[in-house]
């Protein structure tokens, strides 16, 4: 259902230009703040690489900088509560030097989510308009702390299960310093958006000690698409809901369900692609050189806007649609579950996030359908490799598919409350319910895969040459 002007009054004859910029002056107060931080950060960004290079300054002195930015950013965003941002990282670096190796990540981990959690709390029992959503900082914290913690375990107690090799690269062995933890925690370039990277990540780029390229390109392509990203937002935001006509058809339903999922993302692209511009311009996000030779700035990158568009899984549409975080998630929880990790890691998702029920809902439902999806794909998928117009429309159908469910499944993240959440499923017919378990328990028993069938067939085959 397409709505009114979002309430910005636009004066008759103004240009694009003009109506854009009377948009973003007459921003709500928490957007505004947030808009005014980054650009602070992006511009100490260029100033610290431009005036604070490797080879003038060491790892202490770019590390201050790098904290007090962070701290003075802070203040101007949320003023005297970053006295807890301060305190929760105090009280991580206090389990590191106290807990026991073996289980100071999962105390940290617990902590850490509990901390955050009053503040969810706070925040859902007294919400406030004319400020700057303090958990989102605290988000990042919470991950950046808890990463410290588990990177520290792994290198200073040897597990029964042996480590992969990314934990391999990612173990922290000598404990690190006060100094260094605090500008990794609380430092400027990913303290209201992220992303977060690893410690060691960030050690490397405060100490100079990897050949980088020159970020200009990256960070210029970069900013030109938060411009058209923030006036995507400024038009489409809040512009589509879901109908309140109970004559309105499932298809027009959905149809709402997925021009609004639709009109919201870019609100996400803009902030996190802003978050990887201002680390790249503090020279941040080198990841070598790409197979045409061009510089690759995506180390810290947390979204593909054409992959999540265009992705015919579900899978396809989570990997690329908040990378780094999907990335934590899957070193403190998926990898180390010992009780079904899919779920355990969903449910961590949903309490990072917040208290809304709508959360849990969404996660919850979550959690057949990419089961659900996972099996189907794998069924049904080598059917359709046989030539280019097959593929094509395997593609299509799966693209649509995949729309239909990720705009079913956060409908409730973007509803919030339960009851309305509930209503809107049941006049589904909790349709995205039922059917990925009737998948689950039918597909396997009545469809072969194509590829098992030509695997055996083969493997038949070379058994017969052998003998």
């Not at 965003?77 to 807990?99: D, K, P, Q, S």
């Not at 990419?370 to 094509?392: M, V």
Request: aromatic share 14%; charged share 15%.
């Amino acid at each position: 259902m397409i709505g009114g002007n979002m309430g910005y009054a636009v004066a008759d004859g103004w240009g694009p230009l003009e109506t854009v910029g009377h948009m973003v002056i007459n921003l709500p107060a928490e957007q505004r703040i947030f808009l005014t931080g980054q650009v602070s950060a992006l511009a100490l960004a260029f100033l610290f690489r431009w005036y604070l290079p490797t080879s003038q300054y060491g790892p202490i002195f770019r590390h201050s900088i790098a904290s007090l930015f962070g701290i003075c950013l802070s203040i101007y965003c949320f003023g005297w509560l970053t006295l807890f941002l301060i305190g929760e990282l105090v009280l991580g670096y206090l389990l590191l030097l106290l807990a026991d190796s073996r289980r100071v990540h999962v105390y940290t981990l617990f902590l850490t989510m509990a901390y955050l959690t009053l503040f969810h709390v706070q925040r859902f029992l007294y919400p406030a308009e004319d400020q700057l959503d303090f958990t989102v900082p605290l988000m990042m914290l919470t991950q950046k702390i808890s990463r410290v913690a588990f990177e520290f375990h792994d290198g200073h107690f040897q597990t029964e299960k042996p480590l992969s090799p990314l934990q391999r690269r990612l173990v922290i062995r000598p404990l690190p310093s006060p100094l260094s933890y605090v500008s990794y925690t609380l430092g400027f370039l990913g303290l209201l958006a992220g992303p977060v990277c690893s410690y060691n990540d960030y050690q490397i780029f405060i100490h100079g000690n990897e050949k980088t390229g020159n970020p200009n390109v990256a960070v210029s392509r970069k900013l030109s698409l938060c411009c058209l990203l923030l006036g995507a937002h400024l038009v489409l935001s809040d512009r589509f809901s879901i109908s309140d006509d109970q004559g309105c058809s499932v298809f027009g339903q959905y149809l709402d369900l997925y021009l609004m999922a639709a009109s919201r993302r870019p609100k996400y692209y803009f902030a996190w692609t802003l978050a990887d511009a201002i680390n790249n311009a503090a020279g941040f996000g080198y990841n070598g050189i790409s197979e045409d030779g061009t510089e690759r700035w995506d180390l810290l990158s947390n979204l593909d806007i054409v992959k999540i568009e265009t992705a015919t899984s579900f899978k396809m549409f989570i990997d690329n649609w908040n990378i780094q975080t999907a990335v934590w998630l899957k070193e403190v929880c998926y990898d180390r579950s010992t009780y079904n990790p899919l779920l355990s890691t969903f449910m961590l998702s949903a309490v990072w996030h917040g208290v809304h029920p709508g959360y849990y809902l969404t996660f919850l439902t979550a959690v057949p359908i990419t089961l659900a999806a996972r099996n189907a794909r794998r069924t049904i998928r080598p059917w359709f490799q046989g030539n280019a117009l097959n593929k094509t429309v395997y593609d299509v159908i799966t693209w649509l598919c995949t729309q239909i469910a990720m705009s079913y499944t956060v409908a409730p993240f973007m509803l919030l409350e339960l009851g309305l959440s509930l209503k809107l499923y049941r006049s589904l017919g909790f349709s995205l319910h039922i059917l990925p378990v009737f998948l689950l328990l039918v597909l396997p028993k009545t469809l072969k895969p194509h590829s098992a069938e030509k695997s055996r067939s083969t493997t038949t085959v070379c058994e017969k040459k052998m003998k």
